[in-house]
């Protein structure tokens, strides 16, 4: 099902971008539809009180000097009024109809772009910031809202209105109505010059300006406890000065190199459509032998020319509207295009809960290196099997693989001797607990932050897990305990903390396969026995049998009980075994143990104890902490 969504979700690049963008309004596209109609009669019927007006002073121009001889002039009025009040009315139905169809577009461009990524591979977020996403996500579905609930129903209503323009124009006296269409014509070649072409791809470059000045920001934002530690400024943080130095140039290139001319003319020839009017009728008039009726006609004219300005004006911003909206779509069918974790359509289930990894290449996108080139090893069902190795040698990506974080490129990710590519993602999910490097608390409480592992545990079994996790005296030093809503009142924790709050996590899942990435990252030495400890407890399932355990590990120390350690570098295998067969072969593993075993001998002493020391031996160098591993 999850995979017949998602192929529904795929957009069809080859429709407009209106029509794409409707789309996700589902049935309530036909509410656009409607308001669009209204909107333009709307428009239609406010040439009325015009065409009212026209009549009006015709009666009076043809009476004059008698004015009291025209009798009809109060009706005229009372026509103009209804046909004003008729006017704004339409519209607001329109505006009503259209409203609800946007609101319906946003919010499911929300959904459907929220949900699509709920099935995209966990890597997919390591290659795209948190930041862009939110814009994409969020910005996006914004800015379609107006072009939908405004901007579409006002094109509608400014279509209407120019070709009522025509009409009328061309009705009482060609000749005037030609003088009228001047500054239309003007203004819609300014217009064309502006929005097209450059214009285009100008309205590309600053969405994508806005989308990375939004990225860099987040991540500025993120780090501004160090910038203000060390008492830096924006351009500390020289991505996002880029970002803002970029987006400045661009937006001050387009409104002043490119758009300050033609900007300039179209708005003074809509606002100055008399001036085109006035030379034809002196030239027209001595040749006129019905003078009164031209001078009808010219009150028209000159009247009813006042509405350019708000004609071109609105189709201005639609132009606009339209080149924001189609480049807010895209990016959404960017994200809807995402690759997802397909389900098979026969899906397996694994024989036991062993991990082997069988020949398997895989290489990040844009990488022009293999992060992992023609792996394999195997973890047996109920063992620990440790990944050592230098960084950047391929350690958190081979236990990514087992989740399916990333498929690999070649060769096979076996769990149970079934491929994890033909397992249904729900239950290789549920098959595997994962804890790494870096976890994130939410704004919940800490009950609620343990139970996101399981939502249908109970209290009493997320306490126990709590307590299996070491987590007891966090607990305890919480104001509300385990109610403690985390982040409120000053209720931070350590990394160590956290870490051990994501043991409990991974305890009360209680699935059969533990993958563990570096899980004492950002733990001090008190941190780290009990993390030590809650990794025992984490070894072995609630009814006490043994969990396959795959962990990625710098602290030689915490992996040298391990039943095999696979020592991973640039890639490769480059040796396997366990710890005492490892230091026996005397390669790449015994030589990283060797320095472990100078390393956590290092301790700071004062450059006094350093001179006292006999000559020949090494110093101890103060910047040297006991426990750190090269």
Known sequence: MEGQAAADARPNKTAHPVGRLLAFAGPRRALTYLGCVLSAISMLVSFGPYVCIWFAARDLIAVAPDWGAATGIAAYGWWALGLAVASIALYFAGLMCTHLAAFRCASNMRKR????????????????????????????????????AHKLPDTAGSIAMIAGMFALFFVFDWRLGAACLVPVVVSLACMFYMMGG????????????????????????????????????VYSFRAFHDAIEEFTVLAQDYAVKWCQTPQALSLTVISAAAAFLVPVAVLLAPGETDLAHFAANFAFYAIFSAVIPTAMTRVMFMSDAFQSATDAVNRVEEVLVAPVIEAPLS???????????????????????????????????????????????????????VPRFWDADSGHVLVGDTDVRDMDPADLMGRVAFVFQ??????????????????????EQVMAALEAAQCSDIIAKLPNGVDTVYGTDGSHLSGGEVQRLMLARAILKDAPIVVLDEATAFAD?????????????????RDGSPRTVLMVAHRLSTVRNADKIVVLNEGCVAEQGTHEELLAAGGLYARMWADYEKAVSWRITSAEQSS??????????????????A
């Open 113 to 148: 772009a929220t949900e699509h990524l709920m099935h995209t591979s966990l890597g997919y977020f390591d290659t795209h910031a948190s930041g862009a996403l939110r814009r994409v996500v969020d910005g996006c579905a914004l800015e379609t809202e107006g072009l939908l």
């Open 198 to 233: 450059r214009g285009m791809d100008f309205m590309t470059r600053y969405m994508e300006s806005l989308v990375k000045m939004n990225k860099t920001g987040t991540e500025y934002v993120r780090g501004i406890p160090v910038v203000k530690v060390f008492q830096q400024t």
């Open 347 to 401: 899906p397996r289930t694994p024989a036991d809960n062993s991990i082997r990894f069988n020949d398997v290449t895989f290489t990040y996108e844009g990488s022009g290196e293999p992060a992992l080139d023609h792996v394999s090893f195997d973890v047996p069902a109920g063992a620990t099997v440790a990944l050592v190795g230098p960084s950047g040698g391929g350690k958190t990506t081979a236990a990514s693989l």
């Open 438 to 459: 870096a976890n994130r608390l939410f704004s919940q409480s800490i009950l609620e932050n343990v139970r996101a592992a399981r939502p249908d545990a109970t209290r």
């Open 525 to 541: 030495p008190e941190n780290e026995v009990k993390i030590q400890a809650a990794f025992k407890r984490l070894a072995r399932g």
């Open 612 to 629: 006292k020391e006999p000559k020949g031996t090494e110093p101890h160098r103060a910047d040297r902490v006991e426990g750190s591993v």
